[in-house]
């Protein structure tokens, strides 16, 4: 059985789906690792790393989609918006892929990997249970986003976070609210207050005061109605504009009191809901930075343009995107331990199998037999289909 590691195409992308030091664990397995030419050169690992490892260069990248049975991509069709459709013909019947697919999204994406008979494995499905925890790649890049996210504001911000005594004086600590206490934002919290800042954050969930609260924060409550605000998975359900309406009204004056904002709120397959309006950054004072983690999703920020660092007011709003590949080293690393941990969970004797009875399986197979069929998939592309039917091995 091969696993084959094409160089990721989407223009910036600097991770690799499996680093040199997954492969042993996959080759105990039997699953021999075939990298496209220069794979991992972006995040720091060089062709001969993996030869050392037990891997095997291929020739090019239409030699590892032709002999690899399966094919572990960070970004696959749907999530490349750029250049994933250029793989689609190299794609075959029976061939399973693995990555990102942004399939709540890119739903159009899904259909036309179905259409090459490719069984479709999304990362960004993954159940959020116990036994899948060590395959949660999105938990992963979030905890790098939210960590990430810190130091940027922290270089852009004319203060420094912590207090200090000096000779010249005391200087105050930095302010920071963080928008939104997911993963990206609990980490966040935890960077922030490790630099010194006094940090404040705030959550549609009322269930994570306590977690804000162990990490040292004080945690921002808004008179609100916030039942339902969690969905079974514990990600935020998304809300009615009067809501968000209502809790902007009662930010505003949080903000305005912050050196920095970080906002993180993103619910799957939606736009990014406003949290912080144009008003609200004209009352923040001159110099403070907002970095819009959710610009990816059109942003939390009314002002953000997603890519690019503007100026309102003084104020700085930073819409970074794939804030992971900037630290590509251990992004790699993280994502590398997600994917093989699931493709050895679908290897059975040398094989892979596909069990749908399986919840993991279940939860994350978009296509089968040339058809979708992820229910939430189907919804979106407003067609009714049947789940896959018996285990696929290859």
Do not use: W
């Not at 990298?35 to 020739?59: C, K």
């Not at 005594?165 to 105050?172: D, V």
């Not at 809790?247 to 993103?266: L, Y």
């Amino acid at each position: 059985m091969q696993a084959g590691v094409p160089k990721e195409t989407f223009p910036g992308e600097r991770r690799v789906a499996l680093v040199p030091g997954a492969i042993q664990k996959l080759s105990k397995a039997g699953i021999e690792v075939l990298v496209e030419p220069g794979a991992g050169a972006p995040s720091g690992h060089p062709d001969s790393e993996y030869v050392e490892r037990g891997a095997r260069i291929a020739a090019s990248r239409d030699e590892v989609f032709a002999k690899a049975g399966v094919i572990l991509q960070v970004r696959s069709h749907g999530s490349n918006s750029v250049a994933g459709g250029a793989d689609l013909e190299r794609l075959r019947s029976g061939q399973v892929v693995i990555g990102f697919f942004d399939p709540l999204s890119e739903p159009a994406a899904v259909k036309e990997i179905a259409g090459t008979g490719a069984s479709g494995l999304s990362m960004e499905m993954m159940p959020r249970i116990t036994r899948a925890q060590s395959m949660d790649a999105l938990s992963s890049m979030a905890t790098i986003a939210g960590y990430k996210a810190v130091l940027l504001a922290a270089d852009r911000l004319p203060k420094m976070f912590p207090m200090m005594m000096t000779a010249a004086g005391t200087i105050s600590p930095a302010k920071a609210l963080i928008i939104g206490v997911g993963v990206a934002g609990l980490q966040a919290i935890a960077t922030a207050k490790r630099l010194g800042a006094v940090v404040t954050a705030y959550d549609i969930r009322p269930a994570v005061k306590e977690q804000v609260q162990s990490l040292g924060a004080k945690f921002l409550e808004l008179d609100l109605d916030t039942a339902g605000a969690e969905d079974k998975g514990g990600y935020a359900q998304a809300q009615d504009e009067d809501f968000y309406k209502r809790q902007r009204e009662m930010m505003a004056a949080a903000v305005g009191e912050s050196d920095v904002v970080i906002t993180t709120a993103a619910v799957p397959g939606k736009k990014a809901p406003i949290l912080v309006t144009g008003e609200m950054v004209a009352g923040m004072s001159p110099g403070s930075v907002i970095v819009d983690i959710a610009a990816e999703r059109g942003g939390n920020c009314e002002l953000t343009k997603p890519g690019e660092t503007i100026e309102s007011g003084g104020v700085s709003i930073m819409g970074p995107l794939n804030i992971p590949s900037e630290v590509p080293t251990h992004a790699s690393q993280m994502y590398a331990r997600n994917i093989s941990t699931f493709l050895l969970h679908l290897v059975k004797e040398g094989r892979l199998e596909l069990n749908i009875e399986d919840e993991i399986v279940s939860g994350t197979l978009l296509t089968h037999g040339g058809a979708v069929v992820h229910p939430q998939v189907l919804e979106l592309l407003g067609e009714a289909g049947e789940p896959a039917g018996a285990n696929q091995q290859e």
